[in-house]
């Protein structure tokens, strides 16, 4: 059984960091795409971030650009998003997803002003 | 960036009735490939979101088959043939045919009358 489990939300001031990770089991991770993507009530679904199977590609969300890295760690099957200079506007649910074929149950992430 | 539509954005359905969720995108979602990257997407209250319906028409695993996709191009449609209780939630369509980034709609919720 394929399971994506999200750990590293919380609340954090402005201008903070936030590190996410993302345990995953269940099938051959290194093989997998796997993505970041946030939900807020406004704005609904909203891809973060992808990175292939070993690592060497990444891509990002021009709002996220220059602030959040994606990572992985094949040899522990974790994923991780690194999130720095955090506004406001980041608050949201952040789920990791294998290939949008399956999904993790949400961090919540809520940054203060 | 591709823009994803849908509408209604809000459907109250008769238990038993046929429910139809448009989306349509801002360009052609076929891909030099000769695939079309559409992706249906179930989010029950309280939930992850779920894939349903992968390239257009393909249901995922353990998906019923009253949940058919359809159409072609930049027009399409998630169908479902007699709505049940548990299909309350809300719909996403996404593309993955011009990434990054991969796009969602702004979701269609789905309620019993």
């Known amino acids: 059984e394929v399971q994506l489990v999200e750990s590293g939300g919380g609340l954090v001031q402005r201008g903070g960091s936030l590190r996410l990770s993302c345990a995953a089991s269940?099938?051959?991770?290194?093989?997998?795409?796997m993505h970041w993507v946030r939900q807020t009530p406004e704005k609904g679904l909203v891809w973060v971030s992808h990175i292939n199977g070993d690592g060497s590609g990444t891509t990002y969300a021009d709002s996220v650009k220059g602030r959040f890295t994606i990572s992985r760690d094949n040899a522990k099957n974790t994923l991780s998003l690194q999130m720095n200079s955090l506004r406001a506007e980041d608050t949201a649910v952040y789920y990791c997803?294998?290939?949008?074929?399956?999904w993790g149950q949400g961090t919540l992430v809520t940054v203060s002003s | 960036d591709v823009v994803m539509t849908q509408s209604p954005l809000s459907l109250p359905v008769t238990l038993g009735q046929p429910a139809s969720i448009s989306c349509r995108s801002s360009q052609s979602l076929v891909h030099s490939d000769g695939n079309t990257y559409l992706y249906w997407f179930q989010q029950r209250p309280g939930q992850s979101p779920r894939r349903l319906i992968y390239?257009?028409?393909n249901r995922d695993s353990g998906v019923p088959d009253r949940f058919s996709g359809s159409g072609s191009g930049t027009d399409f449609t998630l169908k479902i043939s007699r709505v049940e209780a548990e299909d309350v939630g809300v719909y996403y369509c996404m593309q993955g045919t011009y990434w990054p980034p991969w796009t969602f709609g702004q979701g269609t919720k789905v309620e019993i009358k």
């Open positions: 997803a294998r290939s949008f074929e399956h």
């Open positions: 269940g099938f051959t991770f290194s093989n997998s795409w």
């Open positions: 390239k257009v028409s």
